[in-house]
């Protein structure tokens, strides 16, 4: 077979040669769609049973045993009130404990607990806000005048919810002797009828889905059963609040800096970029180390709140607060957000600079009505992967000194904080293996989170999209 010469004296294949050639390139091409397809399934089912595991961790069957029964709690409520009332209670017979008046509930407290923990727990914070039950009026009245007045004095009183959950840790003291996954409840639930019967006889078998909305409004507790995570998450949305707010507009603004104004021939330029580009593969523990050093220490007097009088200045003062942690974790995901945005910004056709710079439009005019409208939804999409990174990290948190156990809520940015990614961490650590359940629980809270952040960066972006393209 013929081959044509092109001038130069280079040959073209053709005939039975060029078929061969395609048939070779139709090969390749099949072989590396394939590969491409396998690793696209391997992925979907790694992912599939991830959250198959986590799902079967967070519902199933549960051998509970109480210490004191609600029926039997809620029984000698009804029959006081069948005592005390000639009025007809019959139709309070279907009565649940967590249904039941704080009055009650509080009196099922003083009649089961000592007087020792009940003023403790007085101390912390009063039942009623006209009166004492535990402890002595004369005693509080000095001890809300001293210098060093319990947080009861100033608190608000306690809600019937509370008082609910008290009675729960304190008197019902539900424990979990066993539980079994969703798979095994669904699928071997005769088995575990009679095993449990078997072995704990005393224990009510009941279905328990870990991921109630109780889960997500109760503080952490050192009994699995009452556990929630409620610190952790809004421990988490103030920290998270606080990247964004730092992290999104000095980024976008660096981002700005280096690709609109900033002269790449000039030394120092290219020393911003050559650090910038590898601050983004540095570890996160690193970060964690840098956090502690300058924000927790150096700057305490502002990460703690002693300059704004938050804390007394002193010894009560401590960097390692809600602000330290967001500042840290700003500072993980800078890089990232800059060299995005840098990206986005230089995606940005060059004709629509000088279309703007022909209008008569000044360079920053361009930048803000033009530039940066074009380049929102590509630097949208690298903040989502910034923000998605910092929501799961653990170990810069870990070194800024975020609790691994505490109950109560962050209030502001000095709060003492956890967030959900060491919360999870705790409870896989612990021997019980109730706490794999409320762990599986706590990740889906926290994939949902996730979720709903990314959701809300994916939609501002879409409609940005659709506003530059209608």
């Not at 280079?10 to 005939?15: E, F, I």
């Not at 706590?442 to 709903?452: C, E, G, M, N, R």
Request: net charge negative; with cysteine.
């Amino acid at each position: 077979m013929s081959e044509k010469v092109q001038p130069g004296g280079n040959s073209y294949p053709s005939g039975e040669e060029v078929n061969a050639q395609i048939g070779r390139r139709r090969r390749s091409g099949a072989i590396w769609r394939t590969a491409f397809l396998v690793a696209t399934v391997a992925a979907v089912v790694i992912l599939t049973v991830l959250l198959l595991t986590i799902i079967n961790q967070s519902f199933g069957l549960t051998a509970v045993q109480e210490d004191v029964p609600e029926e039997v709690l809620v029984q000698e409520y009804l029959d006081e009130q069948r005592t005390s009332s000639a009025n007809d209670v019959d139709s309070e017979e279907d009565l649940k404990l967590v249904e039941m008046p704080k009055e009650a509930l509080v009196t099922i407290l003083r009649k089961n607990i000592s007087s020792n923990t009940g003023r403790r727990l007085e101390r912390e914070q009063l039942f009623f806000e006209d009166k004492l039950v535990f402890e002595d009026p004369k005693i509080w009245t000095e001890l809300c005048s001293g210098d060093s007045a319990p947080a009861g004095c100033e608190a608000k009183p306690r809600s019937q919810q509370n008082v609910y959950r008290l009675v729960q840790e304190r008197v019902v003291v539900p424990t979990v002797l066993e539980s079994w996954y969703l798979f095994d409840s669904i699928f071997n639930r005769e088995e575990i009828v009679l095993e449990a019967a078997d072995r704990y006889p005393e224990a009510t078998l009941e279905y328990r889905s870990w991921l109630a909305p109780q889960f997500a409004t109760s503080p952490q507790s050192s009994i699995p059963e009452l556990a929630g995570v409620r610190t952790a998450l809004l421990g988490t949305l103030w920290v998270i609040a606080i990247t964004i707010i730092v992290a999104f507009p000095l980024g976008v603004g660096a981002a700005i800096y280096l690709e609109e104004y900033a002269d790449q021939g000039k030394w120092y330029n290219r020393f911003i970029q050559t650090n910038i580009n590898n601050l983004a593969g540095v570890p996160s523990i690193i970060y964690g180390m840098l956090g502690l050093a300058v924000f927790v220490r150096a700057l305490e007097p502002i990460t703690s709140g002693a300059v704004f009088g938050a804390v007394d200045a002193g010894n009560t003062a401590n960097g390692r607060t809600v602000l330290a942690a967001g500042l840290t974790l700003a500072l993980l995901i800078l890089p990232i957000i800059i060299i995005s945005s840098q990206e986005a910004i230089r995606a940005v056709p060059g004709s629509l600079r000088n279309a703007s710079y022909g209008l008569g439009a000044t360079r920053w005019q361009t930048i803000w009505n033009h530039v940066l409208p074009s380049a929102l939804p590509g630097i949208l999409t690298g903040t989502i992967l910034s923000v998605s990174r910092a929501i799961g990290e653990t170990a810069p948190l870990v070194v800024v000194g975020a609790s691994t156990f505490i109950t109560a809520d962050p209030t502001g940015p000095f709060s003492k904080f956890t967030v959900l990614p060491i919360q999870i961490f705790q409870w896989t650590t612990r021997p019980q293996s109730v706490f794999r359940n409320i762990a599986g629980a706590a990740i889906i809270v926290l994939l949902i989170l996730l979720l709903l952040l990314n959701a809300t960066a994916v939609y501002m972006r879409n409609r940005q999209t659709k506003k530059m393209t209608g």
